[in-house]
Nanobody
Framework: QVQLVQSGGGLARPGDSLKLSCAAS????????IGWFRESPGKEREFVAG????????AYADSVKGRFAIFRDLATSTAILQMDNLAPADTGMYYC?????????????????????WGQGAQVTVSS
């Protein structure tokens, strides 16, 4: 069982930066793949970024490449999504998902169906 607790997000202006955190309870933090997804009105939950279980390859949606960065803080078992140069299109509810430690999938899933556990969500609103 993996519990995910999210923090961060909030209101930003275009061009600003925000950080989202996803603290995992799993003792096997390096054995789980973490994915960040977002939901906006009228749209399905879409993949934003992911980091695989060790050694930690990364993947990004085309819309956020060069602006967002995902990484792990091993000291706190936290996955972080650093979001720079935010745009109104980045507005949405952001969720972190995690795979079961036993899966150790060879690639980063880009659909929500590949993830077994979810955080509670954090709202990001980008508006001038």
């Amino acid at each position: 069982q993996v519990q995910l607790v999210q923090s961060g997000g909030g209101l930003a202006r275009p061009g600003d930066s925000l950080k989202l955190s996803c603290a995992a309870s799993s003792a096997s933090f390096l054995d789980i793949t973490i994915g960040w997804f977002r939901e906006s009105p009228g749209k399905e939950r879409e993949f934003v970024a992911g980091i695989s279980w060790r050694p930690g390859s990364k993947a990004y949606a085309d819309s956020v490449k060069g602006r967002f960065a995902i990484f792990r803080d091993l000291a706190t078992s936290t996955a972080i999504l650093q979001m720079d140069n935010l745009a109104p299109a980045d507005t949405g509810m952001y969720y972190c998902g995690a795979t079961s430690p036993s899966k150790r999938l060879p690639s980063i899933g880009r659909t929500q169906f590949g993830y077994d556990y979810w955080g509670q969500g954090a709202q990001v609103t980008v508006s001038s």
